[in-house]
């Protein structure tokens, strides 16, 4: 893995067939913090990259096919003051599932990458979120290890053309590549709506605290084991 200082210096590797992740005809802005990274993913399936700057101020800049994922990320980003920058394509005319997985597992592998060796940072998280009616609880670990929980009860099957199947599944991508241990909670909500978006905006605050520098702990990892990013 490379260190966070290398992964926000390197330019990003050009994909195989020479796409060029664009947003309104421009180039994805640079992610150039201390905490951040690029990464790429391209599979027969989708094309993907994802920019994040932990340490950023909530800025975002989304092209997806994938119209409610993107207001999804707008949450992440403007809640976990994180900046966010993905560019996408994939194989919707099957349907939005590789999509959202693949610019998940490269979100993921973003942040992975921009926390390096996860020393200092606060490590857990958790945030409960509403949205008028709806109510989501998140509790998070940034522990190295992938787990997901995750009791939500969407009533409606899509939210526009967005497949609500696919929000579990985005989460679980997630944690995967980030190494999170993830549990959300569904307290209260009938909007689909509403549901969704108060999980996606108690996840980017519990994120946001997570990977916050704990200055009381002086540098050192937040484990007895001596290590996060270990399975
Ligand atoms: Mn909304």
């Given at each position: 893995?490379?260190?966070?200082?290398?992964?926000?210096?390197?330019?990003?590797?050009a994909h195989a067939d020479g796409w060029t992740p664009t947003v309104a005809g421009h180039s994805l802005p640079a992610v150039t913090g201390p905490?951040?990274?690029?990464?790429?993913?391209?599979?027969?399936?989708?094309?993907?990259?994802?920019?994040?700057?932990?340490?950023g101020s909530g800025k975002c800049v989304?092209?997806?096919?994938?119209?409610?994922?993107?207001?999804?990320?707008?949450q992440i980003a403007s809640h976990g003051l994180f900046d966010v920058y993905v560019a996408a394509e994939g194989d919707t005319w099957i349907d939005d599932h590789h999509t959202v997985e693949?610019?998940?597992?490269?979100?993921?592998?973003?942040?992975?990458?921009?926390l390096g060796d996860r020393k200092g940072i606060h490590r857990f998280g958790e945030f409960t979120a509403p949205l008028d009616e709806a109510l989501?609880?998140?509790?998070?670990?940034?522990?190295?290890?992938?787990?997901?929980?995750?009791?939500?009860?969407?009533?409606?099957?899509?939210?526009?053309?967005?497949?609500?199947?696919?929000?579990?599944?985005?989460?679980?991508?997630?944690?995967n590549t980030s190494g999170t241990t993830l549990h959300?909670?569904?307290?209260?909500?009938?909007?689909?709506?509403?549901?969704?978006?108060?999980?996606?905006?108690?996840?980017?605050?519990?994120?946001?605290?997570?990977?916050?520098?704990?200055?009381?702990?002086a540098g050192k990892i937040a484990s007895s084991k001596g290590v996060l990013t270990q399975q």
């Open positions: 893995m490379a260190s966070p200082a290398a992964a926000a210096t390197a330019p990003p590797p905490r951040s990274a690029t990464v790429q993913r391209q599979t027969k399936e989708t094309k993907v990259e994802v920019r994040i700057d932990i340490d989304t092209q997806t096919p994938v119209g409610f994922l993107n207001h999804m990320l707008d693949d610019i998940a597992l490269a979100l993921g592998g973003a942040l992975a990458q921009a989501t609880h998140v509790v998070l670990d940034l522990s190295g290890r992938a787990h997901l929980s995750c009791n939500l009860e969407i009533p409606a099957q899509r939210i526009g053309n967005f497949d609500t199947e696919l929000v579990e599944h985005f989460f679980m991508s997630f944690a959300i909670r569904q307290l209260a909500g009938k909007n689909s709506h509403h549901i969704v978006e108060a999980t996606f905006k108690a996840f980017a605050r519990a994120l946001r605290r997570a990977c916050e520098v704990d200055e009381r702990r």
